[in-house]
């Protein structure tokens, strides 16, 4: 039986049914089993099922700092987001609840090569020297 409810089945395949290009979710978990890591993993296969155009890949293994530090992530369980391309996104945390409709819309903008940010800001992180590193914390409450 699914752990996902029809509702929350229905908005995923609502977002993603027609995306402009595809997504590829790299998931890096432990190799522990926990009720977390399937409620995750159930999850994320939901949103695969959703679109043809959408692959996950599981990576369930021990912590190998040389590897992590070749895909650019810090701690897991964690989701590097990419597109055509890897932009870097790294997603930490579970997006289900209230945060579910915000990663299908991230989904939704790599998958068509597009930011949601306005021209004005966009033209200031071009004129960036260096890399930065950003991290965006949300939290419902």
């Known amino acids: ?15 993603l049914h027609d995306l402009d290009g595809p997504v590829v979710l790299r998931y890096y978990t432990s190799d522990v089993d926990s009720w977390y890591s399937r409620a995750e993993r159930a999850l994320l ?26 895909v650019g992530i810090r701690r897991t369980p964690v989701l590097a987001v990419a597109g055509a391309r890897d932009t870097g ?21 790599v998958a068509g090569e597009r930011s949601v940010l306005a021209e004005a800001s966009v033209a200031r992180l071009r004129a960036l020297a260096r890399p930065v590193h950003l991290e965006v914390l949300a939290s419902p409450t």
Not at 46 to 58: D, G, K, M, W
């Open 45 to 70: 296969q939901e949103i695969e099922r959703a679109s043809p155009r959408v692959t996950l890949e599981i990576h369930a293994d021990r912590w190998d700092p040389a590897r992590e530090a070749a």
């Open 89 to 109: 996104v790294r997603y930490y945390g579970v997006p289900d609840g209230y945060e579910l409709e915000v990663f299908l819309n991230l989904l939704r903008a």
């Open 1 to 15: 039986m699914s752990q996902i409810a029809d509702t929350e089945r229905e908005r995923i395949r609502a977002a």
